[in-house]
């Protein structure tokens, strides 16, 4: 079998700033509702407003409605999005990847997450005409679409979910249920001036429903490599823009221990890398963090500036993570990757746990395995 590799080690070769971004901007959206249908458009949209502190995220834990997120879903929410966005602009959506942000946010922070692995398939689609070009000649580019592994994905769950905790702590299916409660309290389904006070202080009686999610799809670019990626986005700060071309105020949610020494400040320190990176990769500007107690208990928030944060960081941090090596060395990555990639067929991307390297190499030569949904490559072929 014929296997590549990309050296993520040393890091210290991707130091420097010379790689160019294309800043993220939504160029379609779609929605899951509580039961976790699709639909096109932003009917799971939600606007931020701040919870009452303290907040209690034990509230309603037993009552948690959870998404059964086992089944492999693939790239077809993503795709379906992508169809009808190209039937309504008569243009095709050309990008060099298309993913889910989760998958990119792996590669990103990839140089200074050593513990973690990661596998995912991929696969190269190119057709000689586009259904919206009558043009014989016209010549398309070939985007290479990646979605996570699910068999990987759902073992790596229930080792996590077995993960035995230190005496004193929260379960980890407890401290999943947290993040979303801290969302459930932190969100409204209207703009705060067009809520109810019932609505707005009837929050934590809320039962929790992860189902439930509005996602973006934007159009971004790191060095020559221009992308397409989806990903969910917690809250708008106010409202989305009338204008398409206007930056949007979204919000990320996270919740994390509260810091009372040195170790707890290089565990924070290496969460916002994912923090980072996961806002930086959809053009998400604020983060606001609810820091809880041991017994699951918010005292207060902090709101985190998304493009300040690895100058932050390098400057009052611990030096565990740099933002300009993460991106240098995403854009080479992903460069080799195109380079990797040139057959048809099934692939493999792979980061075993504590590898310095990332292999890629092929699976089936034929088709396209289940990332693409036929729909689409009847879409993209017709």
């Excluded at 993570?321 to 854009?331: E, P």
Aim: charged share 25%.
């Amino acid at each position: 079998m014929n296997r590549s590799t990309f050296d993520i080690q040393p890091v210290n070769r991707f130091v420097g700033s010379n790689t160019t971004i294309r800043r993220p901007r939504e160029i379609a959206c779609f929605s899951y509702d509580d039961d976790h249908r699709f639909s096109l458009g932003e009917s799971s949209l939600r606007y931020y407003y701040p919870p009452s502190l303290p907040a209690d995220l034990n509230l309603g834990y037993n009552t948690f409605q959870k998404l059964n997120d086992a089944p492999d879903e693939h790239l077809d929410a993503l795709l379906e999005t992508i169809i009808a966005l190209e039937k309504d602009t008569q243009k095709r959506c050309e990008a060099d990847i298309v993913t889910w942000r989760g998958m990119m946010t792996k590669i990103l922070t990839a140089p200074f997450d050593m513990m973690n692995g990661f596998e995912m398939n991929a696969t190269r689609f190119q057709v000689g005409r586009s259904p919206l070009c009558a043009h014989p000649l016209t010549i398309h580019l070939t985007n290479i679409f990646i979605e996570e592994d699910n068999v990987y994905k759902n073992e790596q769950k229930e080792l996590q979910r077995n993960q035995r905790m230190p005496p004193g702590m929260a379960s980890q299916e407890m401290m999943m249920y947290w993040g979303y409660k801290f969302e459930t309290l932190s969100v409204l389904r209207e703009p705060w001036d067009s809520s109810s006070r019932e609505e707005i202080e009837n929050r934590p009686n809320e039962v929790v429903n992860n189902g439930a999610q509005y996602c973006s799809v934007a159009r971004t670019g790191i060095g020559n490599v221009r992308m397409i990626l989806g990903g969910e986005v917690d809250a708008v700060w106010d409202c989305k823009p009338e204008r398409k071309e206007d930056p949007v105020h979204w919000v990320e949610l996270k919740t994390s221990a509260e810091i009372r020494n040195d170790r707890d400040m290089l565990k924070y320190e290496r969460k916002l890398l994912k923090f980072w990176a996961q806002s930086f990769l959809l053009g998400v500007p604020k983060i606001i963090v609810g820091f809880r107690d041991p017994q699951g208990i918010v005292h207060r928030l902090e709101e985190l500036d998304t493009a300040s944060l690895p100058g932050k960081v390098k400057k009052l941090g611990k030096g565990t993570w740099d933002g300009n090596i993460c991106i240098n060395f995403a854009a080479s990555f992903l460069e080799w990757l195109k380079q990797t990639i040139q057959q048809d067929g099934t692939w493999r991307i792979r980061k075993r746990e504590k590898s310095p390297v990332i292999e890629v190499f092929q699976t089936e030569e034929q088709g396209h395995g289940d990332i693409l949904s036929s729909t689409f490559k009847s879409w993209r072929s017709g």
